[in-house]
T-cell receptor
Framework: QKEVEQDPGPLSVPEGAIVSLNCTYSNSAFQYFMWYRQYSRKGPELLMYTYSSGNKEDGRFTAQVDKSSKYISLFIRDSQPSDSATYLC???????????FGQGTRLTINP | GAVVSQHPSRVICKSGTSVKIECRSLDFQATTMFWYRQFPKKSLMLMATSNEGSKATYEQGVEKDKFLINHASLTLSTLTVTSAHPEDSSFYICSTYSGQGVMGGYTFGSGTRLTVV
């Protein structure tokens, strides 16, 4: 079993839709949870960051962490064609340097 | 924010030759750098972790003699793919870690597309 599982998609939705991206994980020691956005042939860029359980909102993006279920989510509201990218979840534990990535979900927002 | 420059962005080389990829932190000192490999439609696979002035720590299954990593300064790390073969063709990405906590501590380069012919 992989430490982090993420549905690779692809996921295609119309512009304006609400998008839900999810990851599950098996290591209960993970405390830091991140979402990265990666455009084609580019490096990942940090989108959202959450520590432990809870919600975090930044504009159209909301990150949720449920440590009891070992489940994290990223919601995108009012999705735009410019949101089309691969979204990677990543996580790490206290004191660790290495990030553990999910497989990434390819998202396409259709105009 | 922190900026990491990775060069070259694309390289094509002949089988059997070596290729060097550079990763530079432009505006901060990176105590740790990570090198990843990414296959099409796949996630980032960590290859090795390097700390300035010490030998890199390679992940299981990564050939250290094939993928030479040098982290000679706090702003520069290099990955050399030696005796490249077509199966080494991939997207290589570096990441720096500033050591200042998880949030904002990781910065990724823009990646290098290596094609071995």
């Amino acid at each position: 079993q992989k430490e982090v599982e993420q549905d690779p998609g692809p996921l295609s939705v119309p512009e304006g839709a609400i998008v839900s991206l999810n990851c599950t994980y098996s290591n209960s020691a993970f405390q830091y949870f991140m979402w990265y956005r990666q455009y084609s042939r580019k490096g990942p860029e940090l989108l959202m960051y959450t520590y432990s359980s809870g919600n975090k909102e930044d504009g159209r993006f909301t990150a949720q962490v449920d440590k009891s279920s070992k489940y994290i989510s990223l919601f995108i509201r009012d999705s735009q064609p410019s949101d089309s990218a691969t979204y990677l979840c990543a996580m790490t534990r206290q004191g660790a340097q290495k990030l553990v990535f999910g497989q990434g979900t390819r998202l396409t927002i259709n105009p | 924010g922190a900026v990491v420059s990775q060069h070259p962005s694309r390289v094509i080389c002949k089988s059997g030759t070596s290729v060097k990829i550079e990763c530079r932190s432009l505006d901060f000192q990176a105590t740790t750098m990570f090198w990843y490999r990414q296959f099409p439609k796949k996630s980032l696979m960590l290859m090795a972790t390097s700390n300035e002035g010490s030998k890199a720590t390679y992940e299981q299954g990564v050939e250290k003699d094939k993928f030479l990593i040098n982290h000679a300064s706090l702003t520069l790390s290099t990955l050399t793919v030696t005796s490249a073969h077509p199966e080494d063709s991939s997207f290589y990405i570096c990441s720096t870690y500033s050591g200042q906590g998880v949030m904002g501590g990781y910065t990724f380069g823009s990646g290098t597309r290596l094609t071995v012919v």
